[in-house]
């Protein structure tokens, strides 16, 4: 069954993509190029232009300038039921009259497809629900809902599937379940899955490349893991979880620990030492940084060891319970705030509030950054193409009624 879905995979190529709307605009000059077959995520602030460009693609929104090609074929002036796309949309829109089976087969019917009965039940099997194949949508779960849509979008095999905040209706433990389940199919069907969302964690679990989208382009991209563990950019390490970042001068790039030569940077009047692999500028003022979940606490002061960074001390000004592990909020002179994820191994706080602290990390998990921290997000606020459309409207009817 599943070699008739995976037949129909094809990549997607952006060139030179840009779209403009009165007053702003959403892309700029964008290139991107996705294989076939692979699953890959979007990802994005609000009003970064994400899914702008996902409409660019399923035809819901023409571009100002660029080419969208599918499978190396121009769509680019093709009409959005005329390419090889399907959305699944977070908002199913199943219809409620229809039993799931006729849900999912309805496409099929539309267009003459034959045996559309037989298709729909294969697609639901794939999705683990033909056993609910005579039931309503209303009498399903959230989660069974979008797996029905995401089944009505298989059935059509396209060769793109675009996913639209899928699971952003979900709660946090069946988002979670459904997130492992998409990833899944994906690799049974074989077509090319692409994920626009803001959820970050939901980004890095299922997608196999992740691009990370700021202000109408992309900031970096590449395999979660590469883009977790080395940030180019600040916005980037801020978005993409937390860091701790700071910037100061290089005294030294020539430096060497046991794993290679190493920049030595100044920060407060200490001397944090960042791999010179690991860093993407190595003279002047730089910001380096760490990952929370990277700081050792220590309520006295650690010997300094090769290899290692030690800050301190600092006191204490926040401690933050959340399960799996514990947040401290740390003051340090110099340093600003710094903020240590510490694994829950025992029952309470490692230290506590107001206590005076060190912090120490390998030097193998610094980064160092393209840029600096700015003191504002770079992206602007949220702004929908229904929002557009309608200020546009109200616009011209300003100026028909004035005329």
Request: proline residues 6%.
């Amino acid at each position: 069954m599943a070699a008739g879905f995976a037949e129909a995979g094809a990549d997607l190529e952006l060139v030179g993509i840009t779209k403009r709307f009165p007053g702003f605009t959403a892309i700029e000059d964008l290139d991107l190029r996705i294989p076939a077959g692979s699953f890959f995520a979007l990802l994005g602030p609000s009003g970064c232009g994400k899914t702008t460009t996902l409409r660019l693609v399923a035809g819901l929104e023409q571009p100002t300038a660029g080419r969208i090609l599918i499978g190396g074929r121009d769509v680019t002036n093709v009409k959005s039921y005329q390419r090889p796309v399907n959305t699944v949309f977070q908002s199913y829109a199943l219809f409620p009259h229809m039993s799931v089976i006729n849900n999912v087969a309805f496409g099929l019917r539309r267009r003459g497809i034959a045996d559309p009965e037989r298709k729909a039940h294969e697609a639901l099997q794939l999705v683990e629900l033909d056993h609910l194949s005579n039931r309503r949508p209303q009498q399903l779960s959230g989660g069974q809902q979008q797996r029905v849509a995401l089944a009505r979008a298989i059935v059509n095999r396209p060769s793109l599937l675009l996913l639209d905040e899928p699971l952003g209706a979900l709660d946090l433990k069946l988002r979670r379940q459904m997130q492992l389940e998409l990833k899944s199919i994906q690799n049974e069907v074989g077509l090319t899955f692409v994920h626009v969302t803001h959820d970050q964690e939901e980004a890095m679990t299922m997608a196999d490349t992740v691009a990370v989208m700021n202000k109408g382009q992309i900031e970096q991209m590449g395999a979660p893991e590469e883009l977790y563990e080395l940030p180019k950019t600040a916005f980037v390490a801020n978005f993409l979880g937390q860091s701790n970042l700071f910037t100061g001068e290089v005294t030294s790039s020539g430096g060497s620990t046991g794993a290679g030569a190493s920049i030595v940077v100044s920060v407060g009047g200490a001397k944090i030492e960042v791999p010179r692999e690991r860093a993407q500028r190595h003279t002047g003022r730089v910001t380096i940084g760490v990952r929370p979940e990277k700081l050792m606490l220590h309520p006295a002061e650690p010997k300094k060891a090769a290899g290692t960074n030690v800050l301190g001390p600092g006191r204490v000004t926040d401690v933050s319970f959340s399960g799996v592990s514990t947040q401290y909020q740390l003051v340090m002179p110099g340093f600003g705030l710094v903020t240590v994820f510490a694994q829950n191994m025992v029952f309470g706080p490692v230290v506590n509030l107001g206590a005076e602290v060190w912090v120490s990390w390998a030097v193998d998990h610094g980064f160092g950054l393209l840029d600096e921290p700015e003191p504002a997000p770079k992206f602007e606020p949220d702004t929908d193409t229904a929002t557009i459309a309608a200020q546009v409207r109200r616009e011209l009817m300003a100026e028909i009624e004035e005329g």
